[in-house]
Structure formats: C-alpha cells, structure tokens
C-alpha cells in the first residue's frame, strides 16, 4: 500500500524531452518519492488526494530569497537603493534577535506553503533560526549563512568558520530537506582572497555556492576601479565558477561575461521584480537561456518585493523579457515555467522540479475553477499569465501534506501571523531608540 495516492488531476508533469501533460490522471506516492504517473492505478493509499478541477504540477522552486526579511515588507519603500539600505533597512538587521529570524522566517515558510513554493534558497544571518523554522514547517529549502568579510582577515576567518559550522550542522537534516551550501554575499563585499577560500571549503565539503552577483551598475563600476574588470572576470580568474555555482541577480551582464557563466554551467537565480523595484536593471534571460545557461527564478527577500509569490515572479519575468526586447515570442510560458521548476531543481541538486517516477514528491495542485482560469485553453499559460498564489489549493513537500484544500496543516496559520506582526512591531521599536 502508498502513502498517498493525487487522482481526477490536470497532470502537468514538466519532464524534459517527454509529453508534458495527461488530462486526467494518478500520481502515487510512497516514502517521499513519486512511485507511479498515469491514467490509472492498480495501488491503494492510506490517504487518497482529489485533484479534480484542478492543475497537478510540481512545487515552485524558489532561488533566491532572504526568507526572514518578511519583517521588512512595507518597511521602507520607494527609495533609491543607497539610501534604502544605508538608512534603513542595515541599521535594522543590526537590530535583529534569533527569535526575530525565527518568526519572520516562519511566516516566509507559511506564505511560500500558501502560495505553491516546496523549496526555496535561502541566505541570511542567524541561520540555525531559519533552519529550526524549515525543520518545523515540512517545507525544503537549501540554505547558507550570509558572509560579508569586506577584506579584513580576521573577520575573513571569523565569517569562514560560521559558514562552515552552519554546513556541517544542518546539512541532510530535516529528513534530508534541508541541505546547505555556502553564502559569500557578494564580490563587491568579499575580498578575492576571501572568495577563493569560500569555493575552496565549498568544494572540499561536497556543496554549493549560493552569492549576488552584479545586481547593480554601482558594482560593475567598483569592481571595474578595485580589479580593473567586472565581476564575472575576477570570479572567473580565481577558478570560483561552475556548476555548484547559483549566482542571484545577473543584471549588468556582457556578452563575453554571458558567455563564461555558461560555459561553466552556472547557474542564474532571475529576481525580475526586486531588480525592478530598486531600479537595479533588466538581466539579459533572453540571452542567457539561448547561450544555454540555466536560468531559474527568485523573489528576493520581502524588503525588495513584498512578497513571496511566485506565480507572479513568473508572469512578471516573462512579460519584462517581452517590452525589453520588443518582442512577444520571447520567454514563452513553458519556458519561464520550466525556470520556476525544472531548472531551480537543477540549480539546488535536487531531484524534485518534474512529476516522474522515482522524483520527489514535492508537489502543488492549482484551482482551475476560478473565473480568472476560465475558458481553459492551455495549463502553462494560465499558471503563468492567470494564475496567482491564492489559487493553489494543495502543497505537498516529501510525500507530506502541508497543506489540503487550502487548509494549512503544518503550523498553525493565525498564531505564526500574530507573532511576525508582534515580533516586527517591538524591533521597529528598538531601531527608533
């Protein structure tokens, strides 16, 4: 007998090379992993899913977040990016508790659970926080502690142990849904020297690589007078790219950069809307992906979008490719579906993003009986162009029901909101002292 058994859905299983979708049909599920897709089944279930009307795919893979940041949604908007960080929002993570971490990131892990997320990357401080909260919660996620050494040595080694500390603690915990990796913020904040330790450690422990790279013009010109070249150059000269690599932002790219970050099989974490919020730039994906990169998608944390949805990172990434390039065939949405799934899988090393046999089960069933989704033409244009995070209706991570007919099981709903909103309030307060 399965652990569970989805019938009566819209399979969307978003396989590569192979017929993306049965109209109706059974996905069997036993000891977290996907066992049987088709029209029917022969197996029985302790717990029987009824998908009917509704679009069974698999779960949201989120690349780049900054999950305990939900305490800053709202929190200083519409301000240039020097003054957004300088004056507000570093002098409030100074600011930041364990259990300020803890909260925020257990309302990120709620939103992302209601809104079609299974996995999500994660890079922030006070990282035993968020992974006590990912542990709790049932949802999967990779994560890293943020290090930012600014070229000082002891620091450098201050920050080198704590990231390494974190890697050995949690990785494969949680029932192996947490994995880690490790987070050197960024080539502007981390010395070349620091950089070539972090990727050495990195590989020697067997993990990945999690870092912001040319998110901004500002970095493209400081890079350029410290190292007389961009990012990509000097990550690319100290033997810092590969596959293990997953590089947030991508914005201030040129062709000759685009071309090493493919043939080095990096991978690319698109964050669409917070570029555009803090009028960072448009990242080249139409580029990228004909260069043959794997380019997935981010939110970013909630202080530079507000929320974590997906489904609206979608419509917005494509849409954004289409006005910039003037042209409306670009990113498709077969194309930027496969970034939310297939390819942030394959960014993370796990075996998830697709429904097959032998994947794991993390996976969503979306409301078709909607207005918005009504006529029903075609499922990957709805997902991407009509749907939103409101319409999933079921998410499943491991095998585990988290959440059954939009009923959150996995942490009481209420009660995780109420604390974010206390928690927020009484460090806004410590930030005026």
């Known amino acids: ?50 998908a009917r009307g509704g679009i ?20 200083a908007d519409d301000l240039p990016l020097s ?52 542990e709790q919660t049932g949802i999967r996620a990779s994560l ?77 010109k400081e890079m350029k007078e410290k190292y007389g070249m961009c990012s990509i150059h000097m990550l690319n000269n100290i033997d810092f790219f590969d596959t293990d690599v997953v590089a947030a932002h991508c914005v201030w790219l040129s062709d000759g950069d685009i071309k090493i970050l493919a043939e080095k099989g990096v991978n690319i974490s698109h964050n669409p809307v917070s570029n555009m919020k803090l009028a960072s730039g448009i ?3 139409t580029k990228l992906l004909q260069s043959g990169s794997n380019v997935c998608l981010g939110t970013d944390g909630c202080a530079s979008n507000n929320n974590l949805d997906m489904f609206e990172e979608m419509k917005i990434a494509a849409l954004l490719q289409k006005i910039n390039i003037m042209d409306p065939t670009v990113l498709p949405a077969k194309e930027v579906l496969k970034m939310a799934t297939v390819n942030g899988a394959k960014a993370l090393g796990i075996n998830a993003g697709v429904i097959r046999e032998g ?28 749907a939103n995070g409101q319409d999933v209706m079921t998410n499943i991570v491991n095998g585990k029901l988290l959440m059954d007919n939009y ?13 974010a909103s206390m928690v927020a309030e009484n460090l806004v307060q410590r930030v005026n002292e």
């Open 283 to 285: 990242a080249p994906i």
């Open 56 to 75: 069974v795919m698999p779960g949201l893979v989120n690349t780049h977040t900054h999950a305990a940041m939900t305490l800053f949604r709202g929190y």
């Open 144 to 220: 890293s502690y943020g290090m930012i050494e600014l070229g000082n040595k002891d620091k450098a080694d201050t920050e080198l142990k704590e990231g390494s500390r974190f890697v050995q603690k949690w990785q494969g915990r949680a029932d192996g849904r947490i994995t880690t990796m490790y987070g050197p913020h960024a080539p502007n904040t981390c010395s070349s020297e620091f950089l070539q330790r972090v990727k050495d450690k990195a590989r020697e422990d067997g993990v990945k690589v999690h870092i912001h790279i040319l998110e901004t013009e500002a970095e493209l």
């Open 83 to 134: 003054q957004w960080l300088q004056q507000h929002i570093w002098p409030a993570e100074t600011k930041l508790t364990d259990n300020d971490i803890y909260s925020g990131t257990l309302l990120a892990c709620l939103e992302m659970i209601k809104s079609g997320t299974t996995c999500f990357n994660d890079m922030y401080f006070h990282m035993d926080e968020t992974a006590k909260a990912v």
């Open 359 to 386: 994947a794991l089960a993390d996976i969503i069933i979306v409301d078709k009986n909607k207005a918005h989704m009504r006529p029903f033409y075609d499922a990957a244009s709805h997902l991407v162009y009509s």
């Open 407 to 419: 009923e959150v099981l996995c942490m009481d709903e209420l009660k995780v909101i109420e604390q």
């Open 1 to 50: 007998m399965a652990d569970m058994i989805i019938k009566n859905g819209h399979i969307l299983t978003m396989e590569p090379g192979k017929e993306h979708e049965l109209k109706k049909g059974v996905v069997v599920i036993d000891d977290g992993a996907i066992t049987e897709v088709g029209e029917r089944t022969q197996e029985s279930a302790d717990i029987i899913v009824d």
